[in-house]
């Protein structure tokens, strides 16, 4: 089992400036790669970004340039910075990360934060 913790969300003006934070934490060595999804009101979830054990990283087109996705292996934790935000970021980002296990893959999903950008 892998739980997921994420914090730094809230209400930002366009241009601005945000950092989402998930921990991670349990069986933390089988985790594969770790993602942030977003889901805006009457939208699917979608994938923002997302990092490799191994760094490699992938982007929406419609964040590269703006968002950046790191880790701090040490500390078991993913970020998300986001610039120059924009009004149709506005969503309910989740943290994902993606076990193997016995050779079986699994989905972990944390609670969601909430990211509001205004005119």
């Known amino acids: 089992q892998v739980q997921l913790v994420e914090s730094g969300g809230g209400l930002v003006q366009a241009g601005g400036s945000l950092r989402l934070s998930c921990a991670a934490s349990g069986s933390i060595f089988s985790i594969n790669a770790m993602g942030w999804y977003r889901q805006a009101p009457g939208k699917q979830r979608e994938l923002v970004a997302a990092?490799?054990?191994?760094?490699?990283?992938n982007y929406a087109d419609s964040v590269k340039g703006r968002f950046t996705i790191s880790r701090d292996n040490a500390k078991n934790t993913v970020y998300l910075q986001m610039n120059s935000l924009k009004p149709e970021d506005t969503a309910v980002y989740y943290c994902n990360a993606v076990s193997d296990y016995a050779h079986v893959l699994y989905d972990y999903w944390g609670q969601g934060t909430q990211v509001t950008v205004s005119l």
């Open positions: 990092i490799t054990s191994g760094g490699s990283t």
